[in-house]
T-cell receptor, first 113, second 113 residues
């Protein structure tokens, strides 16, 4: 069965510091992988997605993620965090022919000035 | 600007009441979803629909039903609300041609007393 693990519940970084949010997935075939962001009081917004091809994908707001099949990981990175990046981040995995996504439990990012 | 609109941001209901949560999308999307979001549990899929009058159970359908009479509208129904259904409910839609790119509403926070 598909599953997604986000091992970090809460991360705190200083503004300007680099960021990496971890995501591990379990899926038998090549997965479709996603990162969504939820700002306070808002719905979720798609940051980036991986379907196939280049394992380093670029997203909106300066985020990128790297698919590593050997580690079953899809970690999200940003070289320099802004205060507006404070939000909750969700990793998700989907099968190839459906939009039924399985979401992780989320990582809450706090940014200090 | 594309939009998924959930009719109520905050609701307070009594145990045993029938509750309707309404969701409307203006993107002509085929797929619509209802998720439940709880701290530490992430998003869990309740029901989804790939077409008008069509519905499929997600991972936690017990205690819920849905209705999709028109393409743009997807309703979640709690036949007899219970305190363990106190939660944030998120509606989402997607086009069948863009797998995994879900567009979310801002959520409906339901409290059952």
């Amino acid at each position: 069965a598909q599953s997604v693990t986000q091992p970090d519940i809460h991360i705190t970084v200083s503004e300007g510091a680099s960021l990496e949010l971890r995501c591990n997935y379990s899926y038998g075939a090549t997965p479709y992988l996603f990162w969504y962001v939820q700002s306070p009081g808002q719905g979720l917004q798609l940051l980036l997605k991986y379907f196939s091809g280049d394992t380093l994908v670029q997203g909106i707001k300066g985020f990128e993620a790297e698919f590593k099949r050997s580690q079953s990981s899809f970690n999200l990175r940003k070289p320099s965090v802004h205060w507006s990046d404070a939000a909750e981040y969700f990793c998700a995995v989907g099968a190839g022919n459906t939009d039924k996504l399985i979401f992780g439990t989320g990582t809450r990012l706090q940014v200090f000035p | 600007d594309v939009k998924v609109t959930q009719s109520s941001r905050y609701l307070v209901k009594r145990t045993g009441e029938k509750v309707f949560l309404e969701c409307v999308q203006d993107m002509d999307h085929e797929n619509m979803f209802w998720y439940r979001q709880d701290p530490g549990l992430g998003l869990r899929l309740i029901y989804f629909s790939y077409d008008v009058k069509m519905k499929e159970k997600g991972d936690i359908p017990e205690g819920y039903s849905v209705s999709r009479e028109k393409k743009e509208r997807f309703s979640l129904i709690l036949e007899s609300a219970s305190t363990n259904q106190t939660s944030m409910y998120l509606c989402a839609s997607s086009s069948k041609t863009r797998t995994g790119e879900l567009f979310f509403g801002e959520g409906s926070r339901l409290t059952v007393l």
